[in-house]
């Protein structure tokens, strides 16, 4: 079992910062990659960014390249995304998500990850 517990989400105006963290605890040991979802209301959770836990390489949604940055500190077991030039089209809960078992093959895919935080609200205002 992996607990990942999600901060930093707030209200914010467009243009502005905000860095989210994600602590994970447990068998953390096992985390071969983690990543960033999020969900706005009447729509579909979809990918925003994902770190592989060793070695670090890092995807993006091209909805967000060039303004979000995801990175970890394995010594803290903490994930972060940092976010900035933030639009309201940015509004949703954030959820961090864990891949324990499926090794990362679909990186992008709500699926292939097997714990999930309880999410964060961001809201940005226009």
């Known amino acids: 079992q992996v607990q990942l517990v999600e901060s930093g989400g707030g209200l914010v105006q467009d243009g502005d910062s905000l860095k989210l963290s994600c602590a994970a605890s447990g068998r953390t040991f096992s985390t071969v990659a983690m990543g960033w979802f999020r969900q706005a209301p009447g729509k579909e959770r979809e990918f925003v960014a994902a770190i592989r836990w060793f070695g670090g390489n890092t995807y993006y949604a091209d909805s967000v390249k060039g303004r979000f940055t995801i990175s970890r500190d394995n010594a803290k077991n903490t994930m972060y995304l940092q976010m900035n030039s933030l639009k309201p089209e940015d509004t949703a809960v954030y959820y961090c998500?864990?891949?324990?078992?499926?090794?990362?093959?679909?990186?992008?895919?709500?699926?292939?990850?097997?714990?999930w935080g309880q999410g964060t609200q961001v809201t940005v205002s226009s």
């Open positions: 998500a864990a891949d324990v078992t499926k090794l990362a093959v679909n990186i992008r895919r709500v699926a292939e990850y097997d714990y």
